[in-house]
């Protein structure tokens, strides 16, 4: 879906469309046209675009290069020139290589060039990322100013949108150019042609530039802007419309034999085809499976479609349809009705070994360009996807020496990867309930640490896939707000034994202590031993604020933190007694401290501590119900200095 700003909402679509022309019209003259901009967005009260005169606020952003950005770090520029751009809009990608140019022409002439990324990552739906390979989180801005090469500071607003709101984008990409007193001269787009193999009629940026290098009056100093809608945070509860229109979306399961499959590899349907061969009882192949559906609805309106090949038996087909319906896999699935699995082996790819999960991506010519046996990296598949000659970028590169096969792309990305992760993580983690803000906090800041550390992180939502076997690939698990109930026994005998026999580390939080009888189901007695023999038995329900006293500041897990740190805004469990005598207590909270004072008290209460009499090296660490908790400098060294100290690194 190539969202372009026009199209925030349908509620809007009616009113845009009298107005349409503002972006297709001639530039306009003069501040007068700031109206034209901002007019055509949300209501210009909620988000009013920054007028031409205004002085540039200030901003206190984090770049790509690790660096924290405010107004004065440009003081020595004589012109400024800020772009609102992003990851996954096709016009935002058009104009990358412009930006480069723009400073390399500009930068020797006392010209500063920033990005400023304004989007709301959650508030991005999967359907509108079928132009990219990357969406606009800051792990993925860096990913993208890597490959792109890019030469400016690039910035993410999407925490707060606080900048974002101060100057007013309408779309991406937005410019505003300021002269050396900071004031507000040009706003408006970057040029006036998409396509960057066409010639601009327009190049407005750089006469705005060049005007004031030479102490003229800029002609034109507001121009309409045209590219994908800001993703502002209040955008989200698009995100759950689109959950519920999916959750719609019939469901089948029909079934193929070896001809069928081969017609499915002659591929004859126009579209790239992603085949996946699974079965039920495949950990991997179900652990996987969420991933692909994700890629289904990124590229499935630009010509791509997920094809399953359930091996399942047949008598097993119900339970085969009810997974697939679980994880409302709405493309094309069949299961295959053959007695003999090497004929279909045979049918599906001469070269596969016979392991599960198999995928393969083939193109509308019939060329496989794609082969994986075993679980994908989903990253590596889309944009595999992404640089594919039948779809890729809007405006791409056509010239076969320069695009080269899929084959040589694959190779040369393959060789160009960074060196293998320091290690493995595992976050188990709920996507619902009320602990769900935190969730989505939790795992934008623990990408970007991946990504700056150099460790891979997987999640999944619930531990039924975990095994054994499972666990080898792991040194690490991250519980994050999991409740120790409704595992099934093969995730309970995987993880004790996980813990006991030291095969890797762990880090629990908050609801990884809700012991006791939930939902119908018995407490984990191995799980409350584990935690200091300790069953939950309070909170307080409309929070408080407490001081978090640290008893042990030589543990790893409290290096760099202050004697005591205030948590707003806590649950603070109680439970039937206290684990102390049972585990080692690194901090406790004050409940003599708590805002409001309440009755919810248990007297000795830790909130951190670890448990020395299994191998593996954990802890539990209580806080983890607000996503405000990633606003606390304190508790984000807490938890990075967990994940290393647990992961032996």
């Given at each position: ?114 990005a400023i990324n304004p989007n709301d990552p959650a508030s991005l739906r999967l359907d509108e990322l079928g132009y990219s390979d990357l969406g606009d989180s800051y792990a993925e801005m860096k990913i993208r100013a890597k490959n792109a090469g890019f030469n400016f500071p690039y910035l993410y607003d999407g925490e707060t949108e606080t900048a974002s709101k101060a100057y007013g984008p309408v779309s991406t990409p937005h410019v505003f150019v300021f002269d050396k007193d900071r004031k507000l001269r040009y706003n408006g787009r970057f040029d006036d042609r998409e396509d960057p193999k066409k010639k601009p009629g327009h190049e407005d940026t750089r006469d705005a530039i060049d ?439």
């Amino acid at each position: 879906m190539k969202n372009y700003i026009f199209y925030t909402s349908l509620q809007l679509a009616l009113l845009l469309g009298a107005s349409m022309t503002a972006f297709a019209g001639n530039p306009v003259k003069g501040a007068h046209a700031v109206a034209a901009v901002a007019g055509n967005a949300i209501p210009p009260e909620e988000h009013k675009t920054l007028p031409i005169g205004a002085a540039a606020p200030d901003f206190h952003l984090p770049g790509v290069d690790g660096k924290t950005y405010t107004l004065a770090s440009f003081r020595e520029a004589r012109v400024l020139v800020i772009v609102f751009m992003c990851n996954h809009c096709p016009t935002s990608q058009a104009y990358e290589d412009r930006v480069i140019r723009l400073t390399n022409d500009y930068t020797a002439k006392g010209v500063s060039v920033v990005a400023i990324n304004p989007n709301d990552p959650a508030s991005l739906r999967l359907d509108e990322l079928g132009y990219s390979d990357l969406g606009d989180s800051y792990a993925e801005m860096k990913i993208r100013a890597k490959n792109a090469g890019f030469n400016f500071p690039y910035l993410y607003d999407g925490e707060t949108e606080t900048a974002s709101k101060a100057y007013g984008p309408v779309s991406t990409p937005h410019v505003f150019v300021f002269d050396k007193d900071r004031k507000l001269r040009y706003n408006g787009r970057f040029d006036d042609r998409e396509d960057p193999k066409k010639k601009p009629g327009h190049e407005d940026t750089r006469d705005a530039i060049d005007a004031l290098l030479s102490g003229r009056e800029i002609a034109v100093t507001v121009t309409p802007v045209f590219g994908c809608s800001v993703k502002w945070a209040e955008k989200r509860d698009w995100i759950d419309k689109a959950a519920i229109t999916w959750a719609k979306e019939p469901v089948r399961l029909d079934t193929i034999d070896v001809a069928g499959v081969t017609g499915l590899l002659t591929n004859p349907s126009g579209k790239i085809r992603l085949i996946n061969v699974w079965a039920t009882w495949c950990g991997p192949c179900v652990e996987e499976f969420p991933e692909l559906v994700t890629i289904h609805r990124m590229y499935r309106d630009r010509g791509f479609e997920l094809v399953s090949i359930s091996t399942d038996e047949t008598d097993h087909r119900t339970q085969a349809l009810r997974f697939l319906q679980n994880k409302q896999a709405s493309s094309p699935n069949y299961i295959y009705t053959g007695e003999d699995k090497y004929k279909l082996m045979a049918a599906i790819d001469p070269k596969w070994q016979g392991g599960l999960p198999y995928s393969m991506l083939v193109d509308p010519d019939g060329t496989v360009v794609y082969r994986k046996q075993g679980i994908i990296d989903p990253e590596e598949l889309k944009k595999i996807i992404f640089d594919d000659r039948f779809m890729g970028r809007i405006y791409k590169e056509d010239t076969p020496a320069k695009r080269g096969t899929a084959e040589e792309s694959l190779k040369v990305r393959t060789e160009a990867k960074r060196v293998a992760p320091r290690f493995n993580v595992l976050a188990l983690y709920e996507n619902g309930g009320h602990h769900l803000a935190y969730s989505k906090r939790a795992r934008v800041w623990l990408d970007q640490l991946a990504v700056d550390s150099n460790f891979r992180i997987d999640y999944i939502q619930r531990p039924d896939t975990i095994d054994g076997q499972y666990l080898k690939n792991y040194q690490l698990i991250l519980q994050l707000d999991y409740p120790p109930y409704g595992w099934k026994d093969k995730a309970v005998t995987a993880f004790e034994q996980y813990i006991e026999e030291g095969r890797g580390g762990w880090v629990g939080f908050h609801h990884s202590t809700l012991l006791g009888k939930f939902d119908g189901f018995p407490m984990w007695q191995w799980f409350s031993g584990f935690m200091g023999g300790i069953e939950w038995k309070n909170y307080i329900p409309d929070f408080a604020d407490g001081e978090v006293m640290v008893e042990d500041g030589r543990h790893p897990v409290m290096r760099g933190v202050p004697d005591s740190f205030l948590i707003r805004k806590e649950e603070w469990y109680t439970y039937n007694k206290s684990p102390r005598p049972n585990v080692h207590v690194i901090a406790r909270v004050n409940e003599g401290s708590y805002t409001p004072q309440g009755m919810v008290k248990m007297g000795d209460h830790p909130v951190i501590w670890t448990n020395e009499h299994v191998k593996a090296r954990n802890v539990y660490i209580f806080m983890g119900h607000s996503p405000d908790l990633f606003d606390d400098e304190q508790y984000k060294k807490i938890f990075s200095n967990a994940i290393f100290w647990a992961a032996g690194k």
